[in-house]
């Protein structure tokens, strides 16, 4: 199996612009998570989905941040107007039970940057 | 205060010495897991538990869920052990998320 895939691994943008990040769970999980690492807060959770519904996002800072997954094998994050404050790297990660009762795998994160 | 606590925050030890990193906790958990983050920044789970003890090669982690406190142990570390290990807790309240420790820096030195 390939893992949790996300794109794009880097991302630099101006501020204003939309960014949108993409994971990918690995086949047959039915949880995914979307995190934030900054150096400030370390991670966080931004939302969890379980069976592609969102249980709880009350980690999403604001209303410029909107999180799908519309199908088992896709999920987006994006954040529209991008701020510098969105600077830090987003991890996906998938697990094969609900929330943090089992293991997760995580993708590779992507490393925004906004100016 | 953080839900979660680590300690020490940062660690540097020679290589073949017996690791210990703490994690402590304030609320009632259902779950603990310890995860090791790579220098490249990649994140591996390597334990989850609720109770007593697992280990797994060199690796072994403890909890004692009366004293809200859990242990990873590292023997005969080598330089590759070299990483930041983070501590994360679900608690028991009905809440299924994961709330992080702020990680504890390790370097083994050749």
């Known amino acids: 199996d390939a893992g949790v895939i996300q794109s794009p691994r880097h991302e630099v943008t101006e501020m204003g612009q939309e960014v949108t990040l993409r994971c990918k769970p690995i086949s047959g999980h039915n949880s995914l998570f979307w995190y934030r690492q900054t150096m400030m807060r370390g991670l966080e959770l931004l939302i969890y989905?379980?069976?592609?519904?969102?249980?709880?996002d009350s980690g999403m800072p604001e209303d410029r941040f909107s999180a799908k997954m519309p199908n088992a094998s896709f999920s987006t994050l994006k954040i529209q107007p991008s701020e510098p404050r969105d600077s830090a790297v987003y991890f996906c990660?998938?697990?094969?039970?609900?929330?943090?009762?089992?293991?997760?795998?995580f993708g590779p994160g992507t490393r925004l940057t906004v100016l | 205060k953080n839900e979660v606590e680590q300690s020490p925050q940062n660690l540097t030890a020679q290589e073949g010495e017996f690791i210990t990193i703490n994690c402590s906790y304030s609320?009632?958990?259902?779950?603990l897991h310890w995860l090791q983050q790579h220098p490249g920044g990649g994140i591996v789970s390597l334990f989850m538990l609720s109770s007593g003890k697992k280990k797994h090669g060199r690796l072994i982690a403890t909890i004692n869920i009366q004293e809200k406190h859990s242990s990873l142990h590292i023997t005969a570390s080598h330089p590759r052990d070299s990483a930041v290990y983070i501590c994360?807790?679900?608690?028991?309240?009905?809440?299924?998320?994961?709330?992080f420790g702020t990680g504890t820096r390790l370097t083994i030195i050749p």
């Open positions: 609320v009632g958990i259902s779950a």
């Open positions: 990660a998938s697990s094969g039970g609900r929330g943090g009762y089992n293991e997760q795998f």
């Open positions: 994360a807790v679900v608690s028991n309240f009905g809440n299924e998320k994961l709330t």
């Open positions: 989905f379980n069976n592609n519904v969102p249980i709880d």
